[in-house]
């Protein structure tokens, strides 16, 4: 029998008209209102049996007034967030050039073994004899961070790189108390391109910041280091590979001049995946380096957090180390709490940094992902990361502008917006700009010593042919703004979720929670 | 104007008797884009010239404005805090920080004058 | 290597295209006797599989808390997280997204911080709060830090019902940054003096409810001795989920308010990650830690959120910024807001119902066992009783037994004379049998 109901299958209208839908939603880019306006405070999504009958034990101190959360049904909750999702771009949606923020592939094989009940539900204050496999995980981690640093020891506890820089500025500050030089060593070197943590962490503590001017080519010159050490010097903060992209190729030199002044070495290990297994920081000098496990060991970002930043140490610095610590017994592994304890092991620990012991969940993550690569594997992904920043370099050179010259780099690659000069775009328009095209933004405008800086860091993730792609985007884009195609790029991005938006409002008038609207009659009035 | 000088900092003093007016310049404000919080300085401190005395905020900067001349602190600007534009809008007339009563007039002489400070700018 | 998409052939090309021979031309910064010339001492890579093998093997060795009954607390919770959670949080635009720098392309990141945020100041009955500290100690040290930079003062007081690791974090960061400290002993009832301790030199006081113990504290009384003497009220909890039947801490006085938020949505995980929830009023907004989200409007008018009042942080005030903090707990700050937006008011007092009927169940019945008394006459989920002979002993007997009692107060306090005090949570998760288990169990030991 014929089938009556037969359907065009060809489009044949005319594609380039845009309507306006009635909901303000397009397709699969949804309007996503606030839970305050679709939930209530009398619905919920979980269902709890009522107690057993009791009398409360909560005195004068039982709530009366209501909170004013609101519920929603779990089909609804579903929906809310896999909407929320929708509008966010990760690794997973695509490049992710992100310099200095390492945006790497997250395996799901390290989500999985996290999550492991083993790892995932047990209690930081368990008896100690029913936690040896978490033990001996921490344990495990440290001696890989401890041989691919070269360095003698790790405090694991801090939850975030910043945390890991205040760990390691906090066992120097101890160090040199124990030397009855607090009173005079009070200045901790920072070079004009760090991060801003950097400096942050050291005034937090009281040490007062000296600025170090970069040279020309983009480093730190030993003979300036020399020149501002001295007997009032506590620490260098370097980082290294720099905020430049480029090694510090006097490191050693200005290892030498720091140590001379009596001052310790602080290396920011936000840039440590491009040089694990090709160098060793404990080889170049180094005291303390924070690492960042969210970097350079793919534990993910997730949208801010959470962290891990484990500070390694040198053996000058090792005794000072916080507590919790791991120490070997005949009858296991234990985990030394306390500090008066800790003493009695030989140790001076400084403190604490944070309740319990630190920041499992990524301890299992990045350990999963060291099991997975292997020495070998991350010597390669060193490699490949800088020989993907390098290609992408190579093939830039020419259009955009390198302040150092065109040379090699590490990991990232730095331009700046001298080739955008008289064109009317920023450097923020040309991000906006790489938005619409379906690529996350560089980071811009860092490091502060370069103007209108876009430092690039593809990664050893990406494969040839998404860099051959994202090169020849670029490219486009550039010859675009060069062209004076300047609207593609000063109203950009055109196709996100949502188009530029107002922070100078958002900063005026801060509006930081959601508040029910008036009442209709009051708005009247 | 003869009477206004000007800091290395970008702060204007307009001297009238023995109170001096400062503010940021129109230099300062372009530079720092718009100024979304202003926390002007407290009505009866002393200020030691170059002390910090204020601080202004724009989306991307924040940065401190130093007493360009030493002395108490009389009058400050509170409608900066509800209105911040205005230092935007019209920083060195309704944009102004605070009002100092001079302590030491001889400080003025190592300040630029309006043209010395134009030349100054051009350097920039 | 499967997580590397580069082929030899490609490396090759690339190199040629770059115009160096070799991979170690674009290390040639690297001092030449620094670079490394073989492979490190450590094992070579292996498949997923192996992999699998080798963690898996070390996560057996550990006894987690749904292999028997479990009442272990202080500090961290363990709580039934529904399975929208943990599936939600995976999704790779939140689980593999940045902090939200570009927010045309972050606001499923931003939504929920705005979210969260207006949550927490609800339940902690604060004007504002802000996207999440690392946990809830190291927000108790920021929190302090923020009291002194309020106050112009240095000196915090400590109640003694805090958690003493919230304690140590304050004591730490307080001695390298040159503040003084005053800690109250421990303090089993609530019955400490702290309003004794509060002159005008004083920047803040620093209480938990329900404290270390379990008990839960009056903040009325300190909150209006601290504002009497131009001081701060810092109020702190661990347990969240007690703000379901509590009265807050912003309705009792306090002017700070941070708490561990684990319970919500989040596992135990060890110790970490968790996520600290930090809330306050709005004349100290300027002088809070942490990232703030706000509401603003894009190019069209359309509503959207952005990070705001950064000029507060390290990427742009350096070392004057307000703490050195860049990150929050991203994820956990998800789980939490999840799991708060499936709750609702409704299933959040629902569940702390549940829990604090628990723990008044198991405290009736260990108060009838000989030797034991019951410490605590008011609490929410938690108690401490004491007991005939030493608490880590007999935790570590009922351990062996398949039988996690809790947490022995001395293994938090040690040398204080707490040696027969143990600490005993009490959640949704403990059944009756757990219960009769925990109990028949003590009374055995002792």
Not at chain 1, 264 to 276: L, R, S, T
Not at chain 1, 437 to 453: D, I, S
Not at chain 2, 86 to 109: C, M, Q, Y
Request: charged share 20%.
């Amino acid at each position: 029998m014929l089938n009556r109901q037969g359907r065009p299958t060809t489009p044949s209208h005319d594609t380039t008209v845009v309507h306006k839908t009635f909901t303000g939603n397009k397709a699969l880019q949804q309007i996503e209102p606030l839970i305050f306006e679709i939930g209530s405070t009398d619905q919920t999504g979980v269902d709890i049996d009522a107690p057993a009958p009791h009398h409360k034990k909560l005195g004068k101190f039982e709530r009366k007034s209501p909170i004013g959360l609101p519920g929603l049904s779990e089909p609804e909750t579903m929906r809310h967030y896999v909407r929320l999702s929708q509008k966010n771009y990760g690794i997973d949606t695509g490049l992710f050039p992100l310099g200095s923020c390492t945006m790497k592939h997250n395996p799901r094989l390290n989500e999985k073994m996290a999550r492991l009940p083993g790892f995932s539900d047990v209690h930081p204050l368990q008896p100690q004899a029913t936690v040896q496999g978490a033990l001996e995980l921490m344990d495990t981690l440290a001696h890989w961070l401890v041989t691919l640093t070269g360095m003698d020891a790790v405090a694991m506890s801090p939850k975030a790189g910043a945390h890991g820089e205040l760990c390691g500025l906090m066992a120097i500050k101890a160090a040199i108390i124990a030397r009855g030089e607090e009173a005079t060593r009070k200045v901790v070197l920072v070079p004009d391109s760090a991060h801003g943590t950097n400096p942050a962490t050291a005034a937090l503590i009281h040490f007062e910041v000296r600025s170090v001017p970069v040279r020309e080519d983009g480093t730190v010159d030993p003979h300036v280091v020399a020149s501002l050490a001295g007997p009032d010097t506590a620490a260098i903060m370097l980082t290294n590979p720099n905020t430049c992209g480029l090694f510090e190729k006097d490191v050693v030199a200005i290892a030498e001049a720091i140590h001379k002044a009596g001052g310790y070495f602080y290396a920011d290990g936000a840039n440590f995946n491009a040089i694990v297994g090709k160098a060793r920081p404990g080889d170049l000098g180094v005291d303390a380096m924070h690492i960042n496990l969210h970097k350079t060991f793919s534990t993910p970002h997730g949208g801010g957090g959470p962290g891990s930043g484990p500070v390694v140490l040198s053996e000058r610095l090792a005794p000072f180390a916080p507590v919790p610590f791991i120490r070997k017994t005949d009858e296991g592994l234990q985990l030394v709490e306390d500090e008066a304890e800790a003493t009695n092991h030989g140790a001076h620990p400084f403190g604490r940094m944070t309740a319990f012991h630190g920041q499992m969940g990524m301890y299992v993550r990045a350990l999963s992902y060291m099991l997975s690569h292997g020495a070998d594997g991350m010597k390669q992904a060193s490699e490949d990361a800088v020989l993907n920043a390098n290609y992408v370099r190579a093939c830039l050179a020419d259009l955009m502008s390198l302040p150092f010259g065109n040379k090699p780099c590490m990991h990232e690659v730095l331009f700046d917006d001298t080739w955008l000069k008289d064109t009317g775009v920023s450097t923020l328009d040309f991000a906006k700009a790489m938005i619409d095209e379906g690529y996350h933004p560089m980071t811009m405008y860092f490091p502060l010593v370069v103007h209108g800086a876009m430092l690039i860091e593809p990664t050893e993730s990406e494969s040839r042919a998404s860099l051959d792609l994202f090169i020849a985007t670029l490219r486009d884009l550039a010859i675009a703004a060069k062209r004076g195609d300047t609207e593609r790029f000063t109203g950009a991005p055109y196709h996100a979720p949502l188009r530029r938006l107002d922070e100078t409002r958002a900063a005026r008038s801060p509006v930081l929670k959601w508040t029910p609207p008036q009442p209709i009659l009051e708005a009247a009035e | 104007m003869g009477n206004t000088h000007y800091t290395k900092d970008h702060e204007y003093v307009r001297v009238e008797g023995d109170v001096a007016t400062f503010g940021i310049t129109d230099y300062a404000q372009s530079q720092l884009g718009d100024v979304v919080f202003v926390e002007v300085p407290k009505v009866g401190a002393h200020l030691k010239q170059g002390a910090e005395a204020a601080v202004v905020e724009s989306v991307k900067a924040a940065s401190e404005v130093y007493a360009p001349v030493s002395g108490e602190v009389i009058e400050s600007n509170a409608a900066l805090e509800g209105t911040p534009a205005t230092v935007n809008e019209d920083p060195e007339g309704k944009g102004w920080f605070g009002k100092i009563k001079l302590a030491n007039k001889s400080e003025l002489d190592a300040l630029m004058s309006e043209a010395d400070y134009k030349t100054y700018l051009s350097t920039l | 290597m499967r997580y590397l998409p580069l082929s030899a052939d490609d490396r090759s090309d690339m190199l040629a295209r770059v115009g160096v021979d070799h991979i170690d031309k674009l290390f040639a910064d690297i001092p030449h006797d620094k670079l490394l010339d073989k492979v490190l001492p450590l094992p070579l890579s292996k498949s997923e599989l192996e992999v699998e093998r080798i963690l898996s093997k070390m996560a057996a060795r550990n006894k987690s808390a749904s292999s028997g009954p479990f009442f272990v607390g202080a500090g961290a919770y363990k709580h039934h997280v529904p399975a929208t959670v943990d599936h939600l949080i995976q999704r790779s635009e939140f689980l593999t997204s940045y902090t939200p720098y570009q927010p045309e392309i972050a606001q499923g990141t931003l939504q929920y911080l705005f979210e969260f945020q207006t949550q927490v100041a609800a339940l902690t009955g604060m004007d504002v709060a802000n996207a999440s500290m690392y946990d809830g100690s190291t927000g108790t040290g920021e929190a302090v830090l923020m009291a002194h930079r309020i106050t112009k003062r240095n000196k915090a007081v400590l109640s003694g019902g805090l958690h003493p690791h919230y304690g140590d974090v304050v004591r730490t960061l307080s001695e390298m940054a040159n503040a003084e400290v005053v800690t109250l002993k421990p303090d089993l009832r609530a019955k400490e003096d702290l309003i004794a301790a509060i002159d005008d030199t004083v920047s803040c006081v620093v209480v938990q409810s329900p404290d270390v113990f379990g008990t839960l504290h009056d903040l009325k009384p300190i909150a209006d001795a601290c504002h009497a003497k131009g001081a701060l009220l810092i109020a702190v909890f661990t347990e969240v989920v007690s703000l379901g039947l509590v009265a807050s801490p912003g309705e009792q006085g306090a002017d700070i308010v941070v708490g561990e938020g684990q319970s919500i949505g989040n596992a135990l995980n060890f110790g970490g990650p968790y996520v600290g929830l930090f809330a306050t009023k709005t004349q100290y907004v300027r002088n809070m830690p942490g990232r703030l989200c706000g509401e603003t409007v894009d190019a069209e008018g359309k509503r959207g959120f952005v990070l705001t009042l950064s000029t507060r942080e390290q990427h742009i005030r350096r070392e004057k910024a307000t703490s050195n903090i860049c990150t929050n707990s991203g994820l956990c700050t998800l789980a939490f807001t999840i799991h708060m937006s499936l709750l609702g008011e409704k299933g959040l007092r629902a569940l702390a119902e549940v829990n604090h009927a628990n723990a008044v169940m198991l405290a009736d019945k260990l108060a009838k066992l000989p030797h034991v008394e019951v410490i605590n006459e008011q609490f929410f989920n938690e108690i401490s009783i004491r007991l005939k002979g030493d608490a880590t002993k007999i935790v570590d007997r009922l351990a062996h037994h398949g039988i996690m009692a809790g947490v022995p107060a001395a293994r938090l306090f040690p040398d204080q004379g707490l040696d027969d005090v143990l600490i005993i949570a009490n959640t949704e998760v403990n059944t009756d049998e757990d219960r009769d288990a925990l109990v028949a169990a003590l009374k055995e030991a002792m």
